[in-house]
């Protein structure tokens, strides 16, 4: 069974920087590309970075181009998401999740969806 922990989130101010953790189980890590995505109040859930199984290949969204980093820890079976200089409208639940094929950024997750973990960007 699929497993995705996210944790990390908080309340920062805008310029500052957090780093977001998401713990994988029930499958074999290293075998699948990860991403990222985010859901603010009111709004559709965005797709916001992704990387290649062996994190040779990454990809972003441009609103995070630039500002945000994704990396993984095979050994530790752990996605990362360094998120830097944000800005209130970074403000969302943000969600991990596996995927089948790299480049079909929802349709080929493999897991459900977590609880996520809330950043607020606020002065």
């Known amino acids: 069974q699929v497993q995705l922990v996210e944790s990390g989130g908080g309340l920062v101010q805008p310029g500052g920087s957090l780093r977001l953790s998401c713990a994988a189980s029930g499958f074999t890590f290293s075998n699948y590309a990860m991403s990222w995505y985010r859901q603010a109040p009111g709004k559709e859930r965005e797709f916001i970075a992704a990387i290649s199984s062996a994190g040779l290949t990454t990809n972003y969204a441009d609103s995070v181009k630039d500002r945000f980093t994704i990396s993984r820890d095979n050994a530790k079976n752990t996605v990362y998401l360094q998120m830097n200089n944000l800005k209130p409208e970074d403000t969302a639940v943000y969600y991990c999740?596996?995927?089948?094929?790299?480049?079909?950024?929802?349709?080929?997750?493999?897991?459900?969806w977590g609880q996520g973990t809330q950043v607020t960007v606020s002065s």
């Open positions: 999740n596996a995927l089948a094929q790299y480049g079909n950024w929802f349709r080929s997750r493999i897991g459900s």
